[in-house]
């Protein structure tokens, strides 16, 4: 006769077995808000939790899908601006979280603050590396892109006038998109991915420079960079390469604008950038912070500046 043990074990094994979803994926949820928070309090005079306060007439459209690969959903929220105020142009902002965890709800306070300046918000959910790896997540946002411009019309913007943008991880994904829109590296062929403008927080530019190496590729394959890449620098140079959004600037370029925290190792490979940009007569700006932590997009006082920068940027790119 079995052991009672035995037989709780062998129906809690069966009961597990039988419902068990079949679209269960690896989930990372380290990189939370309030973890940073509880890092940051006490190190940074004056930082404050957001709060998020809606105006009359504005909307949120929670989890929409986009896409959907098998039995995966990926879902994107968008956040619209009062009638009263809508300026018709969007932006979709890029979570960050080192390509392996982050959450879109990371972006819900910037993105209130930009649809009360006016502006549609879309923020997409993506593959992370602990479920797929480079370059995945790049066709995904991709893709968002091309179910945003074909809502244009139903969010009332100019599908002309969508800009990226993005945070850490989050932004070198971006202005690697914002890059090779005019090439199918990711993304199908024939797609339209065009963006009117870049918005680069502290995201990478260039992982082939030595202060990017330097820490990004500090740990070589057990690095966060190594995991998204299939490898570190001296096992994938090629993908290190082909993954530095410095690799495909062009003439085609859209104008850009790099947000940082002052902490130099999350915008590697800026000089290059502001160079090839103003030898292309490419608009571009620059706007650095002081001791603020790296994620300044999370919390007041930097989160209202931030937002002040992005909007007054795409707004003089408007009136040029």
């Not at 896409?67 to 959903?73: A, M, P, S």
């Not at 709800?105 to 997409?124: E, T």
């Not at 959910?125 to 790896?133: C, D, K, N, Q």
């Amino acid at each position: 006769m079995l052991k009672p043990s035995l037989i709780l074990l062998s129906l809690v094994t069966l009961c597990s077995c039988a419902t068990k979803p079949d679209n269960v994926r690896p989930l990372d949820d380290s990189y939370t808000i309030s973890q940073r928070y509880d890092g940051y309090k006490d190190k940074y005079a004056g930082i404050e939790w957001p709060v998020t306060e809606f105006m009359a007439g504005q909307k949120v459209y929670f989890d929409q899908r986009y896409e959907k690969i098998g039995t995966r959903e990926l879902r994107i929220d968008t956040f619209l601006p009062p009638p009263n105020i809508n300026k018709h142009k969007a932006i979709l902002l890029v979570h960050g979280g080192a390509w392996r965890s982050g959450s879109k709800s990371h972006f819900y306070n910037l993105a209130n603050r930009m649809a009360q300046k006016g502006y549609v918000v879309f923020i997409p959910e993506y593959r992370l590396s602990p479920e797929i790896g480079y370059p995945a997540g790049l066709f995904d946002i991709n893709n968002a892109i091309v179910w945003a411009k074909s809502h244009a019309a139903e969010f009332d913007f100019d599908k002309n006038e969508l800009a990226i943008g993005g945070a850490s991880s989050g932004g070198q994904m971006a202005a690697l998109i914002a890059y090779t829109y005019d090439t199918d590296l990711f993304k199908e062929a024939g797609q339209d991915t065009k963006v009117s403008a870049l918005i680069d927080l502290d995201g990478v530019l260039d992982f082939t420079t030595p202060l990017a190496l330097k820490y990004e590729n500090a740990a070589k394959s057990k690095s966060v960079a190594a995991k998204w890449l299939g490898g570190s620098m001296e096992q994938v140079p090629n993908k290190w390469h082909e993954a530095s959004a410095t690799t495909h600037l062009g003439k085609n370029s859209p104008p850009t604008l790099i947000i940082s925290s002052g902490i130099e190792r999350f915008t590697a490979g800026k000089e290059e950038v502001f160079q090839t940009l103003n030898s292309l007569k490419i608009r571009n700006d620059y706007y650095e912070f002081k001791d603020t932590p790296h994620d300044i997009w999370l919390f007041e006082p930097y989160l209202g500046k931030i937002a002040d920068k992005i909007d007054g940027f795409l707004s003089a790119e408007t009136a040029k």
